[in-house]
T-cell receptor, first 112, second 114 residues
Framework: SQKIEQNSEALNIQEGKTATLTCNYTNYSPAYLQWYRQDPGRGPVFLLLIRENEKEKRKERLKVTFDTTLKQSLFHITASQPADSATYLCALDQTGANNLFFGTGTRLTVIP | EAGVVQSPRYKIIEKKQPVAFWCNPISGHNTLYWYLQNLGQGPELLIRYENEEAVDDSQLPKDRFSAERLKGVDSTLKIQPAELGDSAVYLC????????????FGPGTRLLVL
């Protein structure tokens, strides 16, 4: 069966450290993978997209890697801040037609 | 630029009652999505529209759920009759189409069925 697993339900880290979130998938062959941020009571907000032929993407303090052999994406937030506290969702698109399948999310808490 | 607008933000109904949610996508966005999000889970697609045409409704429980997107702009999602298990957040999203992959989400409607 198809699965998208994010490493843990919750992750606590100290301010200033690098947060690393994991997204593993089974029985998908995604054309690309996206990461979204979701705050309580709000809809998800797009952060980064990485295509199957790309190894790494960066945007300010954010970095995403994509390993299609391991079927895994890693999402890094460097120099983390309390304002980074939120739930982070990975989403896969198999066809490139923008039909997204979401993981369950990881709730990140950055402790001051 | 205004984002995706949804109403109501919250709805409490008794089981077996009907309920409707409304979505106004970002101006110019041809593609509109309705998602269901249960507590602690990621969004799950219910239906996708390209303009006024439903191009993917395979996950929509058609015995009780219906949706429409008249004139290819606003959309309404309806549940009739609602069941206890329908309690969740209903998210609407839109994207420009033309191979633009980013989806823009509204704040969602939180439904509680008693």
């Amino acid at each position: 069966s198809q699965k998208i697993e994010q490493n843990s339900e919750a992750l606590n880290i100290q301010e200033g450290k690098t947060a690393t979130l994991t997204c593993n998938y089974t029985n998908y062959s995604p054309a690309y993978l996206q990461w979204y941020r979701q705050d309580p009571g709000r809809g998800p907000v797009f952060l980064l997209l990485i295509r199957e032929n790309e190894k790494e993407k960066r945007k300010e303090r954010l970095k995403v890697t994509f390993d299609t052999t391991l079927k895994q994406s890693l999402f890094h937030i460097t120099a983390s801040q309390p304002a980074d506290s939120a739930t982070y969702l990975c989403a896969l698109d198999q066809t490139g037609a923008n039909n997204l399948f979401f993981g369950t999310g990881t709730r990140l808490t950055v402790i001051p | 630029e205004a984002g995706v607008v949804q109403s109501p933000r919250y709805k409490i109904i008794e089981k077996k009652q009907p309920v409707a949610f409304w979505c106004n996508p970002i101006s110019g966005h041809n593609t509109l999505y309705w998602y269901l999000q249960n507590l602690g889970q990621g969004p799950e697609l219910l239906i996708r529209y390209e303009n006024e045409e439903a191009v993917d409704d395979s996950q929509l429980p058609k015995d009780r759920f219906s949706a429409e997107r008249l004139k290819g702009v606003d959309s309404t999602l309806k549940i009739q009759p609602a069941e206890l298990g329908d309690s969740a957040v209903y998210l609407c999203a839109s994207s420009p189409g033309d191979s633009q992959e980013t989806q823009y989400f509204g704040p969602g409607t939180r439904l509680l069925v008693l």
